[in-house]
């Protein structure tokens, strides 16, 4: 299985953009990455996911390196809602079909 | 729009009794997930369901945990006897398929709090 490797926790500044990277060097060519995030108590919530190519929506934009080893979420202007943990994550096969296996993610903070 | 459903938000048992949890997956949706998160952890996989049937369910307690979706739409995840170490959230997921494209939303959740 590939996985991913994140840091623990990371601050961001209300209003700046917040960059959180992940690592994912045994990803496979059919594997997506995937972002979501938990707000404390709630369930997971999907951000964005992406193939090769960068991709961007209202929430986020993903940016994912030429081979494919890293990625990035962007979060281009950070509000205090935001705070929450992120999960980058490589969509693997499972028994029988494709599952999602969380890490332990990074922990944002952003700060007024 | 559309949202994963789940009852009971929060349940507190006694150890050694039964507890269950129901999700409503959103509408068309033929994957459905139980995950559990233990407090501090990511959400780990309990079972994964292709319309009724069981995919995965190697990560399952089947001592004590039952999971089923009888008619492909709905899903019941069962405890019994609970254990204090089952007190955890236990979250529903659903997608369109099982493909890697296809995107997995999750429920709010079900607290379990076994004393």
């Known amino acids: 299985d590939a996985k991913t490797t994140q840091p623990p926790s990371m601050d961001c500044a209300e209003g700046r953009a917040a960059n959180l990277p992940c690592n994912h060097s045994t990803i496979s060519g059919n594997e997506y990455v995937y972002w979501y995030r938990q707000i404390h108590s709630q369930g997971p919530q999907y951000i964005i996911h992406?193939?090769?190519n960068n991709e961007t929506n209202e929430m986020a934009s993903l940016i994912i390196t030429e081979d494919r080893k890293s990625s990035t979420l962007i979060l281009p202007h950070a509000t205090l809602r935001d705070t929450a943990v992120y999960y980058c994550?490589?969509?693997?096969?499972?028994?029988?079909?494709?599952?999602?296996?969380f890490g332990k993610g990074t922990s944002l903070l952003v700060t007024p | 729009e559309a949202e994963v459903a789940q009852s009971p938000r929060y349940k507190i048992t006694e150890k050694s009794q039964a507890v269950a949890f129901w999700c409503d997956p959103i509408?068309?949706?033929?994957?459905l997930y139980w995950y559990r998160q233990i407090l501090g952890q990511g959400p780990e996989l309990l079972v994964q369901f292709q319309d009724e049937s069981v995919v995965d369910d190697s990560q399952l307690p089947k001592d004590r945990f039952s999971a089923e979706r009888l008619k492909g739409v709905d899903s019941t995840l069962k405890i019994q006897p609970a254990e204090l170490g089952d007190s955890a959230m236990y979250l529903c997921?659903?997608?369109?398929?099982?493909?890697?494209?296809?995107?997995?939303?999750f429920g709010e959740g079900s607290w379990l709090t076994v004393v």
């Open positions: 509408s068309g949706h033929a994957t």
């Open positions: 992406g193939l090769k």
């Open positions: 997921a659903s997608g369109w398929g099982p493909n890697s494209g296809n995107t997995i939303y």
């Open positions: 994550i490589v969509r693997v096969a499972s028994n029988s079909g494709y599952a999602l296996n």
